[in-house]
């Protein structure tokens, strides 16, 4: 709609005339940092950073595991709130998640390697675990999905600018079903390291991206795991935004000879706890 | 999961949690699926959009987040019905995710949800975007029941300012309009639990 037929007498054209709607530039225009620093400075605002949490924390104050303002992930900067999260008590919903259940997911969409006529490039993994509250209580028939970049590093994604093949074999997207302990388990293929535009020469250590509903709205996590010995792992901002080592390792999958298929398969275990509460903190009704 | 006294846990010895990480930009093929954002079928007896826009600091649009909500069903009943990622068409599952357009823009086809317990009826919302390091989780309340809203616990601890960024516009045709800020003025009010 042009001004004239909206503002047909013409008075708002002179108040605001030199107001022109924003064009949305396209997403992969936003993927490049402004100012392109080098890994050097990166390393150093990193450290900067972890030091000063390190302080804070001595001096008493409670801090998140993963910091919302952290900028050496230069697109943190103006996507972090600024005012500290309220503390509530969660209330009737958000002590409950979506019910999910077999129906909801086919036993092969949890296996990445057969989604396509042939078989992918890459070395074939399998990553397992279990899915726990923060009290070590299973959390079965709950959704998990999980996304990764193909053995070159390139993700499916057409905003990828990255240029390393495709594999015409791999998608890189699965999801499964936790069964009644809790376990999980996907075959897939080992992700690449994966070039980014945060800063000059930035790579991603190799990482699969994971979705995952608790037993409440409020343990809902979406994380990454990573693989053991990784180089990237000190030069990573993403990473780094958890600022504390030991929770930095509870994101890297543990190699796990027992889990390796002879001739096949190289295996790996990962646990994840969600945190928050859930509806069966709470007395049962009537036993108040 | 079998329910638990709270008192049962207490003094037990908790493990460690896993920590949140960015969903990233490319999250689309692992997390996009059919009518993942029409909590109900669109247009049916009682549908409404929920929409809105998600901005950063400097008032851009977010054309890579992810919002999801999840709701009580307009009776105020907590919904056990399963099938939110293959939809039937008519369970009512209350859980929806919309992936923001190139003008960061969300938009579900849902009810509105009713008073639980008596509370002001509210959407339970999770924000994801990249560069967003973790997950934000907050509310959409519904606008109608003044009474309601002004009576909340939570609500009433907020500034008006505050509050208002919570509580959804309602537009002429019964849809509803809902920004999500993620910094700078009029910043959404995020939760903790």
Redesign the interface.
Known sequence: MTSAESDPTGEEAFSSSVIVE?T?V??EQ??ASADMPPQSQINQEIADLHAEYGRREAAGEKL?????D?PP?R?????????N??????????L??????Q???AAIEADLTLQHRGEPQGERITVQGRL?D???????NQ?I????ANAAGR???Q??QHPAPLDPNF???G?TITDDNGEWKFTTIKPGPYP?KNHINAWRPAHI?F?IFG?G??Q?????MYFPGDPLFALDP??N??RSQ???D??IGQYDHDLTVPEFSMGYRW???????D??????EGEH | MARTLRSDLQGKEQLEITPGQTVGPFFAFGTVYPKMHEVVFPHSPGAIVLSGIVYDGAGAPIPDALVEIWSADPDGNIPRGRGSRRRDDHTFTGFGRSATTDEGRFEFWTVNPGSVDGEAPFYAVAVFARGLPDKLMTRIYLPDDQEKLDADPFLSSLTPEERATLIATRLPNGYLRHDIRLQGENETVFLEF
């Open positions: 924003q949305a396209a997403p936003l993927l998140r595991a993963t910091m919302y952290f992930y697109s943190s900067i103006l996507r972090h709130p600024t005012k999260p309220k503390l509530v008590d969660p209330e009737t919903i958000e409950w998640s979506p019910a999910y259940g129906r909801d997911v726990l923060s009290w070590g209580r299973p959390i079965p959704l999905e999980i996304w990764q993700y499916i994604h905003r990828d998608t890189g997207a999801r980014w991206h979705s037993s709205f409020t809902r996590l979406v994380t990454q993403i990473y935004t958890i030991k929770d930095r509870r994101l646990d994840i706890v969600v945190d928050g509460p509806s069966t903190w709470f007395e049962p």
